[in-house]
């Protein structure tokens, strides 16, 4: 299933987010984004439209089994490239801010060599 860079982005926001606060909404997202709050608005239609997230009658952001799947690939990817360049000694900030762009074009196949490859050659 195709998605964008900007809707895997706000898929695991609202993954992140879901998991540190009882409900998440559109300010919520827009906040820890840096983002309008209109983008943000935008952004969530086509979400729903796409069957990704569920918005109920108070507001409240939901996850649905499709973005949830999303989801979880990109944080997987976020978290375990990230934590690789820091251990080949990439500054944190640097390694969280390029795990952000590589999660989105490493293929599957790729990242799960790359896993295997590091779970079978560390010390």
């Not at 809707?7 to 827009?30: C, G, H, K, M």
């Not at 089994?65 to 820091?86: C, D, M, N």
Request: net charge negative; glycine share 4%.
């Amino acid at each position: 299933m195709y998605t964008t860079e900007s809707a895997e982005n706000y898929l695991e926001t609202i993954f992140i987010l879901s998991q540190v606060r009882p409900v998440v909404r559109s300010i919520d997202i827009a906040e820890e984004l840096g983002f309008s709050k209109p983008s943000v608005s935008v952004a969530m239609k086509h979400l729903r439209e796409k069957g990704h997230i569920q918005v109920s009658r108070e507001g409240f952001i939901r996850l649905t089994p499709s973005g949830t799947k999303i989801a979880e690939v990109i944080y997987e990817r976020h978290q375990f490239l990230s934590a690789w360049l820091e251990e080949l000694g990439v500054p944190a900030d640097t390694a969280v801010r390029d795990a952000c762009r590589m999660e989105h074009v490493i293929s599957p196949q790729t990242f799960a060599a790359l896993k295997d490859y590091l779970a079978h050659h560390q010390s």
